[in-house]
C-alpha cells in the first residue's frame, strides 16, 4: 500500500507561483507513474501533469508552458512548480501514483489564486 502526502498549496496572487510536493511511503520497489490532478468546484478532476519512470511527460493543454512536473526517485517525491497562476488554475489539487498497475491518491491540497 503506499501513501502520499501533498503539501505547498495556499493563496497566490494571479502571476504569482507555487510549488506542490508529494511524498510517497509504503512497501514498493518502484512508482510507475507519478502526477497530479486538480478539481474545481462543480467540475470533474482532471489531470494536470503527469511523469513516467523514464521521465517523459504528459501536461494539459491549459498548463503547458506554465507548469512543470518533476520527481526524485531517491526520496520518491513529486513536485509540480506553477507558474503564472491564473484564477481558472483554482482547484483542489491531488497527487497520483501508479505502482505495480495499482493506483494510489492523496487527500489533496488547496490552491487559490485570486484575480
Known amino acids: 500500500q503506499v501513501q502520499l502526502v501533498e503539501s505547498g498549496g495556499g493563496l497566490v496572487q494571479a502571476g504569482g507561483s507555487l510549488r506542490l510536493s508529494c511524498a510517497a511511503s509504503?512497501?514498493?520497489?518502484?512508482?510507475?507513474?507519478m502526477g497530479w490532478y486538480r478539481q474545481a468546484p462543480g467540475k470533474l478532476r482532471e489531470l494536470v501533469a503527469n511523469?513516467?519512470?523514464?521521465?517523459?511527460?504528459t501536461y494539459a493543454d491549459s498548463v503547458k508552458g506554465r507548469f512543470t512536473i518533476s520527481r526524485d526517485d531517491a526520496k520518491n517525491m513529486a513536485s509540480l512548480q506553477m507558474n503564472s497562476l491564473k484564477p481558472e488554475d483554482t482547484a483542489d489539487y491531488y497527487c497520483n501514483v501508479v505502482v505495480d498497475g495499482r493506483m494510489s491518491w492523496g487527500r489533496g491540497t488547496q490552491v487559490t489564486v485570486s484575480s
Open positions: 509504503g512497501s514498493f520497489f518502484t512508482i510507475n507513474t
Open positions: 511523469i513516467r519512470s523514464d521521465y517523459s511527460t
